[in-house]
Nanobody, 124 residues
Framework: DVQLVESGGGAVQAGGSLKLSCAYSPVSTTPRCMGWFRQFPGKEREGVAAIDSNGIESISDSLQGRVTISLDSAKNTLYLKMNSLKPEDTAMYYC???????????????????WGQGTQVTVS
């Protein structure tokens, strides 16, 4: 199994930035596809950004230009940098991974077997 632990969420003022981290283990396993999702209260999770082990990326159309996804395999960590944050970005952000999936358009992977517990982002 793959374990995912998110960090870096918090409260930020509109226009500010945050960088979320997702540490994955075991260190001997590099998921083929990893991504960030967010969930608004009462809504389904939506894709934010995804990246595969070759560095191929996909960003949600609605977030293009404001988010950057990166994967540091040496540190076993996935990152999401968000800029120009808006109050409507307030949500729970989740890290997800799959050992066999591929990156798809819209900031998602073709499949996701493992999920983190989430980290709250609040923009005011």
């Amino acid at each position: 199994d793959v374990q995912l632990v998110e960090s870096g969420g918090g409260a930020v003022q509109a226009g500010g930035s945050l960088k979320l981290s997702c540490a994955y283990s075991p260190v001997s396993t590099t998921p083929r596809c990893m991504g960030w999702f967010r969930q608004f209260p009462g809504k389904e999770r939506e894709g934010v950004a995804a990246i595969d082990s070759n560095g191929i990326e996909s960003i949600s159309d609605s977030l293009q230009g404001r988010v950057t996804i990166s994967l540091d395999s040496a540190k076993n960590t996935l990152y999401l940098k968000m800029n120009s944050l808006k109050p409507e970005d307030t949500a729970m952000y989740y890290c997800a991974a799959d050992l066999y999936a591929r990156v798809r358009s819209g900031g998602v992977c073709s499949g996701l077997s493992y999920w983190g517990q989430g980290t709250q982002v609040t923009v005011s």
